[in-house]
């Protein structure tokens, strides 16, 4: 699978930015996708995932209740709505594809775990 991520950009805190990430090159059904983040000096994060049938959601802690993941699976694609921006919020946010084993937080947050990563793009919150 090839991942395209976009609409990354600058912003002030308490905006909201709306990320894409399309796949293709291989079958895109049944394949869990999410997003990781990864900002100066620190590991790669978990951020969140979404299941092929977009029932299953997970989300990082500190996130949750900000961001909104979706797919839409007739394009290939999915979204991460970040809302309620903050600064430590800045990182490069990566697409993922394809997770080995069980769709589990615990399992999600090893970045290993994902078979497929697109480039990333860059967010930066500013206060």
């Known amino acids: 699978v090839q991942l395209q991520a976009s609409g990354g950009g600058s912003v002030q805190a308490g905006d909201s930015l709306r990320l894409r990430c399309e796949a293709s090159?291989?079958?895109?059904?049944?394949?869990?996708m999410g997003w990781f983040r990864q900002a100066p000096g620190k590991e790669r994060e978990f951020v969140s995932l979404v299941t092929w049938s977009g029932a299953t959601t997970l989300y990082e802690d500190s996130v949750k209740g900000r961001f909104t993941i979706s797919r839409d699976n007739a394009k290939n694609t999915i979204h991460l709505q970040m809302d309620s921006l903050k600064p430590e919020d800045t990182a490069v946010y990566y697409c993922?594809?394809?997770?080995?084993?069980?769709?589990?937080?615990?399992?999600?947050?090893?970045?290993?775990?994902?078979?497929?990563w697109g480039q990333g793009t860059q967010v930066t919150v500013s206060s």
């Open positions: 993922v594809a394809g997770l080995y084993g069980p769709t589990s937080a615990d399992n999600a947050r090893n970045a290993n775990n994902f078979a497929s």
């Open positions: 090159g291989h079958t895109f059904a049944g394949v869990v």
